[in-house]
């Protein structure tokens, strides 16, 4: 395919099965030392093949080159500006790395012996409590490895209370401005999802959630700041009218970065809440893991949490105790993603919590400059304050033919990672930015007027944007064909048949 260099010249770049020459090799493996016979016999005979080819011969200088040019060809927090809305995209310190590369970290085996481990023990026990804090709740587990992993095991430690307590409680409401997830979190653990609709201004009305709540709804789910970047302002009528009715509160912590320092859900009413390491707390996002989400409850849910749980006893040394008889059971193998626990512990610590504080403060202010320099080019559905993100629309663009994915898509020539595009689901078009506390002005300015030159493009030259991007290595792709036509893999023609 052809490929513009980093110089602007043309070259052909082979894909890695179509590089190689006969006899080039990467390594030199050792002579086997144990007969051939024994070998083979540890694999079924219906699973060997008699002859196996296609495969490149390739040196390791050729393995390098490639996958270090791909590693170039692609977007990352570390190159530029990340504006997903609701993904809260920021920069990772480079000392979380350092820190979680120390050998006392790294080098630790899962199976050494408590004794042996006090170290690792007491970095998660002050993980824990430092959480606690920040959220207002009484314990936190570490276990759960993702946000939605979070959510999972907060519901069902939702779902052992009330067995526990002998009642058949089956429904869970869940606000159509709440995070995407929650729905799949309920239902996985049995429960029916009743949708409860935000009013005119993206908020919730107490009196809508008094007629929702009854004797069968286990648990209200909401995330605060919602998914429009708006503060819930009647959350503490609305947990109580949830505890009243013998409800418990779930709360999604996705966008704890807008609060951060400033307020606790815990505070609110709040009795369940899973907190994002790889948001908020500076962890990496990784391609799909690993990630962390801790889950934090009030002190009546305890007897549920997940084990082992790590304590301190008198004699300050720290025990893994698994003596919790009605615990939900064990989560994640081991005690969580161990690695990203010490970079958000080290976030934290580094931080202090002034800076914390000052992190939500500065994010919100981020985001509210953005929608300020923005309300006159794109819709804006609820033109009021938000916090850590504001939601646009192409509600102005559609009247030229221009949609949210053409923005987007022409974000990319500009050198810009796109925002969130539709979602949340209740803004049509929605177009979600959020810059985190990460970003300098001077880039906030450079995306801004990225912005407004493609606003101004949809109205003057639309057909020119409905062709971007043009300038990255993979131009616009047909993705309805992509959807009904998938090509999961590579093949050549010399090849077919082998598989």
């Known amino acids: 395919m052809n490929i513009t260099g980093t110089q602007g010249l043309i070259f052909n770049e082979p894909l890695l099965f179509e590089q190689g020459s006969a006899g080039r090799g990467g390594c030199t493996f050792p002579d086997c030392d144990v007969p051939e016979k024994d070998v083979i016999n540890l694999i079924p005979e219906d699973m060997l093949r008699d002859e196996v080819s296609g495969f490149p011969s390739l040196s390791e200088v050729d393995v390098v080159r490639h996958f270090t040019r791909l590693s170039q060809w692609n977007y990352a927090v570390d190159l530029g500006f990340y504006p997903l809305g609701s993904c809260t995209m920021k920069y990772n310190p480079k000392i979380n790395e350092d820190v979680a590369r120390l050998s006392g970290f790294s080098n630790i085996h899962p199976y050494q012996p408590e004794e042996l481990s006090q170290g690792a023990l007491q970095m998660m026990y002050e993980l824990g409590e430092y959480l606690s804090e920040i959220g207002g709740m009484d314990r936190v587990s570490l276990q759960p490895a993702a946000g939605a992993h979070g959510e999972l095991a907060g519901m069902m430690i939702i779902k052992a209370y009330h067995e526990s307590k002998g009642e058949n409680r089956h429904k869970v409401i869940i606000p159509d401005s709440a995070h995407g997830t929650n729905p799949a979190s309920s239902t996985l653990c049995g429960y029916k999802v009743i949708e409860l609709k935000s009013n005119g201004r993206g908020l919730l009305d107490p009196e809508a959630v008094e007629k929702a709540m009854d004797k069968d709804v286990a648990a209200f789910m909401i995330t605060n700041p919602n998914t429009l970047g708006l503060f819930e302002e009647n959350i503490l009528e609305i947990t109580e009218i949830v505890h009243r009715k013998g409800g418990l509160v779930y709360c999604d912590g996705a966008n704890l970065n807008a609060i951060m320092g400033i307020a ?236």
């Open 264 to 499: 606790r859900p815990g505070d609110m009413g709040v009795d369940v809440l899973h907190f994002n390491l790889h948001k908020t707390f500076s962890t990496p996002h990784g391609g799909g893991g690993p990630g962390a989400g801790p889950v934090g409850i009030k002190r009546e849910l305890i007897p549920f949490m997940p084990v082992p749980v790590i304590e301190k006893n008198n004699v300050g040394q720290y025990k893994l105790n698994y003596k919790f008889p009605h615990s939900i059971g064990r989560v994640k193998a081991f005690y969580g993603n161990f690695g990203i626990l010490v970079r958000a512990y080290t976030y934290i610590r580094t931080m202090g919590a002034e800076g914390l504080k000052k992190a939500s403060e500065t994010a919100v202010l981020n985001a509210n400059y953005i929608m300020s320099q923005l309300k006159d080019y794109y819709h804006l559905p609820y033109d009021r304050r938000c916090m850590h993100e504001s939601v646009f629309s192409d509600k102005i663009q559609s009247k030229y033919g221009i949609t949210t994915l053409d923005i987007a898509k022409a974000l990319i020539d500009y050198g810009f990672h796109p925002p969130t595009i539709y979602f949340p689901l209740i803004v049509k078009g929605a177009i979600m930015i959020e810059p985190t506390e990460t970003e300098s002005k001077d880039t906030m300015d450079r995306f801004i007027a990225a912005m407004k030159d493609i606003a101004v493009r949809a109205e003057k030259d639309p057909d020119s944007l409905k062709k971007s991007p043009l300038k990255p290595k993979v131009t616009r792709l047909n993705e309805t064909k992509a959807a009904r036509e998938p090509n999961l893999r590579w093949v050549n023609d010399y090849l077919l048949g082998v598989f």
